[in-house]
């Protein structure tokens, strides 16, 4: 079993920059694909960006390209999701996401899910 917990969430304004932190538990967190997803208030939840497990390979949602970035750390057991030039419509709750075997970039392709931290940004 492996534990994500996501935090830096919190109230930002339009323009501004936020990162979020998700530390893995285990001791094999270099052998899974990461990955971001998001749900706003009444929508479904969509995939915001994944990095390999060796951080050679990354793929961003259309929405964010050019503004956020998924970096990893192996040596830390931790991703991030770097999200500059925030706007209002990056409102949701972001969760953290692990697979050993990537196969798709739907939430269906990923085994192990945070709790998810809240990111409100405002105009």
């Known amino acids: 079993q492996v534990q994500l917990v996501e935090t830096g969430g919190g109230l930002v304004q339009a323009g501004d920059s936020l990162r979020l932190s998700c530390a893995a538990s285990?001791?094999?967190?270099?052998?899974?694909?990461m990955g971001w997803f998001r749900q706003a208030p009444g929508k479904e939840r969509t995939f915001v960006a994944h990095i390999s497990a060796s951080g050679g390979s990354t793929y961003y949602a259309d929405s964010v390209k050019g503004r956020f970035t998924i970096p990893r750390d192996n040596d830390k057991n931790t991703v991030y999701l770097q999200m500059n030039s925030q706007k209002t419509e990056d409102t949701a709750i972001y969760y953290c996401v692990a697979t050993r075997t990537v196969y798709s970039y739907q939430p269906s392709g990923y085994d192990y899910w945070g709790q998810g931290t809240q990111v409100n940004v405002s105009s």
């Open positions: 285990g001791r094999t967190f270099s052998n899974h694909a």
